[in-house]
Nanobody
Framework: QVQLAESGGGSVQAGGSLTLSCIASYRPYCMAWFRQAPGKQREGVASIDNDGSASYADSVKGRFTVTKDNTKSTLYLQMNSLKVEDTAMYYC??????????????????????WGQGTLVNVSS
């Protein structure tokens, strides 16, 4: 059974930093972060493949960095300069090869192979 386990969420003041982690029970080619704020649709945040190619939503470019440790099947999201609007439940997911570059950023994207349970990030002003 495939498992994805996120950790690292918490409360932080605006301008602060957090690092999220996601451990997978296997070694997927592509992993991604999504988030869902209260009352809003889930949205793609960042993705990365086993070759290290990463992509980001415009809203987080320059502030968030996604990395992947292939030996540990672990995905990370370093979040800097956090804003109140970054407050959301953050989910780890594994993606199909063809979705890894940018398809996951489309509104209402729901084609991930597997999802984690989420970790909550709360940014206060």
């Amino acid at each position: 059974q495939v498992q994805l386990a996120e950790s690292g969420g918490g409360s932080v003041q605006a301008g602060g930093s957090l690092t999220l982690s996601c451990i997978a029970s296997y070694r997927p080619y592509c992993m991604a972060w999504f988030r869902q704020a209260p009352g809003k649709q889930r949205e793609g945040v960042a993705s990365i493949d086993n070759d290290g190619s990463a992509s980001y939503a415009d809203s987080v470019k320059g502030r968030f960095t996604v990395t992947k440790d292939n030996t540990k099947s672990t995905l990370y999201l370093q979040m800097n300069s956090l804003k109140v609007e970054d407050t959301a439940m953050y989910y780890c997911a594994t993606l199909r090869y063809m979705d890894c570059a940018d398809s996951y950023l489309r509104p209402y994207y729901n084609a991930a192979d597997h999802w984690g349970q989420g970790t909550l990030v709360n940014v206060s002003s």
